[in-house]
């Protein structure tokens, strides 16, 4: 229908009106090595990255634009050569050549777009496939939810993924804008390859109740001992997206304008959050006894094979925008230059979401687990909450100055990362937090701690049995960067410092109680960070080298630790545009 | 992550300031006629042309297009490739954004940018940006000829200047600037500027052509040439908005 109401628009005078043509677009070829060995899971589902090359990828990006006085059409697409071969799983597919070398697309927009829609000026219509990058936070928006996050490539954080959309805007006068969009099909968002690491971290589980969270680690970690030797895998992950109704899509509006020398906006979306939330883990027996390659005496009598099913829980964000400048010192100082500063900020409600764990009949030998789902003991019944209804924040305030000719520097706080979700912060020090880790803890009294104990008081073990490292659901994290440029080379460096303390809980044998203790993010426990250093000159011509690394710096139950990160990288880049 | 400082920063500040390069003056008189001269268009469309020759390196080349309407100014790049299709608007000295195309995105520049110079070209952005020198100069009439004046500004009391002094060669043919030579506090000669190749339609003249001379880096210079598309078109308000900067139209 839009499509049919953007023709009708453009027919007539484009008819007759001159079409100019412009063309642009880049080779670029990147080549990246992975320095850190990543080691996750146990000898019989390991999870691995050895050093090397992670990337040797060629792509030629095309940008064709069509313009007529009041219509545009415009196409921006990657045809990306991926430099590794595909999986080769048979002898035909060495002879297919897009298994040996294999290639993708990606179009950032293809879209058709008509200004002063009916002859009322000020009011354009864009159709097709294409981002809206709404927010005024560098990288970091919170407000800007209509395309799924591309996390694709870690080097181009903040990235979207195009979708199909249809993007009405009414600027009554140059500067305040109305603007509605609607999404007709939600798209997950793009997660690094690294990622598939995280299915090896079995101890990370997603329950906001701390009791059955510690309990249900429990019984995997017990199952998985001498006694039994059942350990749990994930061995695949069902993602349900939603059905493309008309009910699921996606709509957003915006008010826009400038008050003063100050840029505002204000805006709705309702749609979903776009990073997997569990839904259910369901649980079946494959039996094979195995030993370990290195360790005769290190066997299992079979795998607890879990499919984790995911889902993209629905949410309200209510999004306020405020970028300008002030001059804080120039009362003071009448050199001083005014610090330019944005602000992002949204508030989300978001739907709930609980959690089911259940599995077939698991015959483990000595005991069997007959068919159906875990009984949680939860307070008032129910399956346990992964996402309450609380609303939450996620914020980025920057600012930002230029010192002298040759230093650009930028500075942001962010309160939430694209993939944090959920009431629990530091600041508020109340709402839920994320399990990074966990482990069994061990006594001198092996009966303290065993599968006996815990089939007769399951949540007694979990409590007295488990020590686990969490931190909150949102994070806050220090951005700042800064660009020294000396003509046509530039030397970037920027870091992320995760301020988010990590709060270690295990349980006291002496007291007979639980403890936690926090870590600050200056402690060794609590440490992580990001260090981006980029060196890149640019030749007169549009060709550009660039190398750098991004060094990712703390222990696996940190934010930049995570082995599901990939580790830290080396990277070149050349690049020619015209 | 691309935190956005990239090379932005550089081009879109020293635009605030490219159209309507002026200055002038014969005592005070002279450069208000210099003044009056120099912001006779109402609005100007024009593609630029610069190249910047440093001793030992390659030359540096850029091509844009420059709309401009009183302090408006709304650029956009054909050159070199990497900066194809960014654009931007200058709305005043400190309201500015930029259009990235590698982001699809309209970004808010702040005016502290503009303390890096144009696009690592010798104008600064203070040789760009005065649209009117009698705003912050005053004018001693040094010289006369039958042809030009000379005029030697020092900053008026109380206001804040990137030089100490300024001469200014003033045609009086048209009462436009032909040469303009910098200097800072010390008496010391840091920068020349000759607009030439002047233009006119009707009684609104424009320079074809700047050349301006770095002499504390070996006598480094730009030569920006001005093709002048469209004069006193009637650009509209809407034209100079992040609307049309998104747009691209």
Not at chain 1, 151 to 158: I, Q, R, Y
Not at chain 2, 112 to 124: K, N
Not at chain 2, 229 to 241: E, H, T, V, Y
């Given at each position: 229908m839009w499509s049919l109401l953007l023709a009708a628009a453009l027919s007539a005078p484009a008819a007759a009106q001159e079409v100019r043509w412009t063309f642009a677009g880049a080779l670029q070829t990147d080549v990246r090595y992975g320095i850190d060995k990543i080691d996750v899971g146990e000898w019989y589902a390991p999870l691995s990255q050895e050093p090397g090359f992670i990337r040797n990828q060629n792509l030629i990006n095309t940008k064709i634009g069509a313009k007529t006085d009041g219509a545009r059409f415009f196409w921006d697409a990657d045809f990306v050569l991926m430099g590794f071969p595909d999986t080769?799983?048979?002898?035909?597919a060495l002879s297919r050549r897009e298994k040996i070398d294999p290639f993708r697309f990606e179009v950032h927009n293809a879209y058709a777009e008509a200004w002063d829609?009916?002859?009322?000026?000020?009011l354009d219509m864009r159709v097709g496939q294409q981002k809206i990058q709404w927010g005024v936070g560098d990288q970091f928006?919170?407000?800007?939810?209509?395309n799924a996050d591309d996390?694709?490539?870690?080097?181009?954080?903040?990235d979207q993924l195009g979708n199909v959309m249809a993007r009405l805007d009414y600027t009554p006068i140059p500067s305040l804008s109305f603007s509605a969009v609607v999404v007709p099909v939600f798209k997950p968002a793009l997660l690094?390859?690294?990622?598939?690491?995280?299915?090896?971290?079995?101890?990370?589980?997603?329950?906001?109740?701390a009791e059955l969270r510690r309990e249900l680690y429990a019984s995997n970690a017990l199952l998985e001992?001498?006694?039994?030797?059942w350990p749990t895998v994930v061995s695949g992950v069902s993602p349900q997206l939603p059905d493309s109704s008309f009910e699921n899509m996606q709509w957003s509006g915006r008010i826009a304008g400038t008050l003063g020398m100050h840029d505002l906006a204000l805006s709705y979306y309702k749609g979903r959050f776009d990073f997997p939330v569990a839904t259910n883990n369901h649980t079946t027996a494959a039996p094979g006894e195995q030993c370990n390659p290195d360790d005769?005496?290190?066997?299992?009598?079979?795998l607890l094979q879990t499919i984790a099913s995911v889902g993209y829980p629905e949410m309200q964000v209510w999004g306020f925008n405020a970028a300008g400048e002030v001059n804080p010192l120039g009362w003071a100082l009448r050199r001083a230059k005014p610090i330019g500063y944005r602000l992002e900020v949204a508030r989300i409600d978001p739907e709930r979401q609980t959690m089911s764990v259940t599995n077939d009949e698991l015959a483990l030998g000595i005991t069997t687990q007959p068919a159906g789902e875990y009984d949680y003991q939860l307070e008032g019944g129910g399956r346990p909450e992964v996402l309450p209804t609380d609303a939450f924040l996620k914020w980025t305030a920057g600012l930002d100055y230029t010192f002298g000719k040759h230093v650009y520097v930028n500075a942001q706080w962010v309160h939430?990362?694209?993939?944090e979700f959920g009431a629990g912060d530091w600041a508020s020090g109340g709402g839920g937090a994320t399990q990074r880790q966990a482990e069994l803890l061990t006594y001198?009294?092996?009966?303290?701690?065993n599968v006996l104990n815990l089939t007769t008081d399951p949540r007694g073990q979990g409590e007295q049995c488990v020590k686990e490292w969490t931190r909150p659901k949102i994070g806050d994290y220090g951005v700042i960067g800064a660009d020294l440029t000396f003509r046509q080379t530039t030397l970037r460096v920027f870091t992320i410092l995760d301020f988010t303390p990590v709060t270690v809980s295990t349980y006291d044998a002496d007291a007979g109680e639980r403890v936690s203790t926090k870590f600050a993010w200056n402690t060794d426990t609590g440490r992580s960070m990001v260090i981006y250093p980029e060196l890149k000159h640019a030749f007169p011509s549009g060709f550009s080298l660039s190398g750098g690394a991004v060094v990712m710096i703390g222990e696996p139950w940190t934010k930049f630790g995570d082995p599901a990160t990939g580790g830290t990288q080396i990277f070149t880049r050349a690049r020619y545009a015209f | 992550m691309n935190a956005t400082l990239r090379p932005l920063r550089a081009l879109l500040?020293?635009?605030?300031?490219?159209?309507?390069?002026a200055w002038a003056g014969s005592g005070d008189a002279v450069l208000a006629k210099v003044d009056e001269a120099l912001n006779r268009a109402k609005d100007t469309s024009s593609r630029m042309s610069a190249e910047t020759v440093i001793p030992g390196q390659a030359p540096l080349k850029m091509e844009f297009t420059l709309e401009t309407k009183g302090p408006k100014r709304m650029v956009e790049f054909q050159a070199p490739g990497d900066m194809k299709g960014t654009r931007v608007l200058v709305l005043d000295r400190r309201q500015m954004y930029v259009y990235l195309p590698a982001y699809n995105k309209v970004r808010r520049v702040a005016s502290?940018?503009?303390?890096?110079?144009?696009?690592?070209?010798?104008?600064?952005d203070a040789d760009m940006s005065?649209?009117?020198?009698g705003e912050a100069w005053q004018a001693d009439l040094k010289a006369e000829t039958d042809a030009a004046w000379t005029l030697a500004l020092t900053p008026k009391p109380g206001e804040e200047t990137a030089y100490a002094r300024l001469e200014i060669e003033v045609a009086?043919?048209?009462?436009?600037?032909s040469t303009i030579r910098y200097y800072d506090a010390k008496g010391t000669h840091l920068k020349t500027e000759v607009r030439s190749e002047y233009f006119c339609q009707g009684d609104v003249c424009q320079p074809g052509h700047f050349k301006m001379t770095d002499?504390?880096?070996?006598d480094a210079y730009t030569i920006l040439i001005q093709k002048m598309?469209?004069?006193?078109?009637?650009?509209?308000?809407?034209?100079?908005?992040q609307r049309a900067l998104q747009q691209g139209r």
């Open positions: 080769l799983d048979s002898t035909t829609l009916g002859g009322l000026r000020g928006n919170p407000t800007n939810n209509l996390l694709e490539d870690p080097l181009l954080f903040g690094p390859q690294t990622g598939r690491i995280a299915l090896g971290l079995t101890d990370r589980i997603p329950v906001d109740d001992s001498f006694a039994l030797s005769e005496e290190d066997c299992i009598k079979g939430g990362m694209p993939d001198d009294d092996p009966l303290v701690c | 500040l020293g635009l605030s300031l490219l159209p309507g390069l502290h940018v503009q303390s890096q110079g144009f696009m690592g070209t010798m104008f600064a005065t649209t009117r020198f009086k043919s048209n009462s436009l600037p002499h504390t880096r070996k598309d469209k004069l006193n078109a009637g650009l509209p308000d809407d034209r100079f908005s």
